[in-house]
């Protein structure tokens, strides 16, 4: 069952599908969302984002104004951009948990310990299900419904799964996840149980599942919604779209994204660069992608490849949610960084859990993919790539609950126990905050509260 912009309910011709590599475009998209012709990825483009028939000025006051409206699609902070989005025929179609409208706090400790005073987390953790994933899920679970399918699903390293179950649940579709056995955190699998996904735990890596995945919604009428289903990256424009809404429209110097499977930082230079088109911004900011070392596939397909070929790599990290080693939208995220002209770079398991700590002490906390983010900024700005002027903005991709393993690991002092960087994790001892048990007197209780305050 193709996905097609002339489907019933989709305003009739108004997007196609462009593949990235031969530029063949099509009204119809095939169910792997894969080229017919050179079987790479494919793009949603409509001539309307980037007409100049189009008013910035219109648009920017027509945004703002629907914040003042209680309909369900200018409450969500994804629908409300919607002249930017493949549209719906009929807005009571679109599947929404009032997605977006996600804060961007000023980070004033981690600006002074990265020497960038102006920083920004723009946190994406703060959506319904507590990732990211759910502004590019409206969007995608609305147009599969539209579709007609009956069943969505997901490779995934946990938050994909649990966006994924829980619109397929708002929308009366049902789910199917398969994620690596052992590899994801508790928190997120939960969370696909209880929308009622059917959630296979399959012994192999993310990798493994999203190979299985594709080959699955060609024999069977899945339709599926991982970031290589471009509806997906038209959502995820938004966070873009609403950042520079934040901003009164004046650009940040820089943005800087963890890097997985490469789609939102994909979604985040498209967007950017459409709305330099529409005359929305004046400048690019430079978008910048930060990888685990132990998953940095785009940075060595950068450094080795010149970005021309894939260099897949077996992925290990703590920060589970970017454990990939064979990201499926490398070439889009080549493109963008070539484009908004950022950078990649790696940082370690250290500097993944110094800088998760650094921004729990904020108050915000996120979780560690999303702390790879300040890691990769004090890089940066030793190598001299940003400077102590510009201002930054890091995209928190998800909430500090989501892994709580992580966190109380690091806090007890256990999460390197028995690995090569355990004694180098020593250097983190005052960002520890471990519990203590108490007698449950008035006195042990005031000791605590002197030796603290002493120390
Ligand atoms: N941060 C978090 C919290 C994530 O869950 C992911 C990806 C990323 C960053 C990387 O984003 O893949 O667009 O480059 N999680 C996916 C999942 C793969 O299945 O939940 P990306």
Redesign the pocket.
């Known amino acids: 069952m193709p996905t097609s912009s002339s489907a019933p309910g989709v305003r009739p011709a108004s997007f196609r599908f462009r593949c990235i590599a031969c530029g063949d475009s099509s009204e119809r998209a095939g169910q792997d969302f894969r080229c017919p012709r050179c079987s790479d990825l494919l793009e949603i483009t409509d001539p309307a984002w980037t007409s100049a028939g189009i008013s910035a000025e219109r648009l920017k006051s027509d945004w703002r104004q629907r914040r003042l409206s209680q309909s369900v699609v200018d409450q969500s902070g994804v629908w409300r951009f919607r002249e930017l989005l493949p549209l719906v025929a009929d807005e009571h179609q679109v599947i929404s948990l009032r997605e977006g409208n996600t804060p961007l706090y000023e980070l004033p400790q981690c600006g002074r310990v990265a020497g960038v005073p102006r920083l920004f987390g723009k946190h994406?953790?703060m959506n319904p299900t507590g990732?990211?994933?759910d502004a590019g899920m409206t969007v995608a679970a609305t147009f599969a419904r539209l579709a007609g399918f009956r069943w969505v699903a997901?490779?995934?390293?946990?938050?994909?799964?649990?966006?994924m179950a829980a619109y397929a649940a708002r929308g009366g579709m049902r789910s199917l996840v398969l994620?690596p056995q052992g590899k994801?955190s508790w928190s997120?699998l939960s969370q696909a149980l209880d929308y009622g996904a059917v959630t296979c735990q399959l012994r192999t890596d993310?990798d493994g599942c999203l190979r299985l995945l594709q080959e699955l919604v060609l024999r069977a009428p899945v339709y599926q919604l991982?970031?290589i289903n471009p509806f997906r990256l038209e959502g995820?424009k938004t966070l873009a779209l609403e950042l520079l809404e934040q901003l009164d429209w004046q650009p940040p110097d820089h943005i800087i994204?963890?890097?997985?499977?490469?789609?939102?930082?994909?979604?985040i230079g498209k967007a950017l660069l459409e709305m330099r088109d529409l005359g929305l911004i004046s400048r690019l900011p430079k978008l910048s992608?930060i990888q685990a070392e132990g998953a940095n596939a785009l940075v060595r397909t950068l450094r080795e490849g010149a970005g021309k070929r894939l260099i897949s790599v077996a992925a290990e990290t703590n920060?589970t949610?970017?454990r990939?080693g064979n990201?499926a939208?490398w070439k889009k995220?080549v493109h963008v960084l070539e484009a908004t002209e950022g950078a990649c770079e790696q940082v370690t398991e250290i500097e993944i859990a110094q800088a998760k700590a650094e921004i729990g002490i904020e108050g915000i906390g996120?979780?560690?993919?999303?702390a790879?983010t300040l890691a990769g900024l004090k890089k940066l700005v030793k190598q001299g790539f940003v400077k102590p002027g510009e201002s930054v903005v890091l995209v928190l991709?998800?909430n500090l609950l989501?892994d709580p393993d992580f966190t109380i690991k690091f806090h007890r002092g256990d999460l390197f126990q028995g690995t090569p960087s355990e004694s180098a994790s020593e250097t983190l001892a005052s960002l520890r905050h471990a519990p203590v048990v108490l007698d449950a007197t008035l006195d042990a209780v005031l000791r605590t509260l002197k030796q603290a305050e002493e120390s």
Do not use: H, R, W, Y
């Not at 997901?154 to 966006?163: P, R």
């Not at 996120?366 to 999303?370: L, Q, R, T, V």
């Open positions: 994406q953790g990732s990211f994933k997901c490779a995934s390293t946990g938050n994909t799964s649990a966006s994620v994801i997120k993310f991982n970031s995820q994204v963890p890097g997985g499977n490469l789609g939102n930082s994909s979604a992608v920060a949610a970017i990939i990201p939208s995220a996120c979780e560690p993919a999303s790879v991709t998800g989501k």
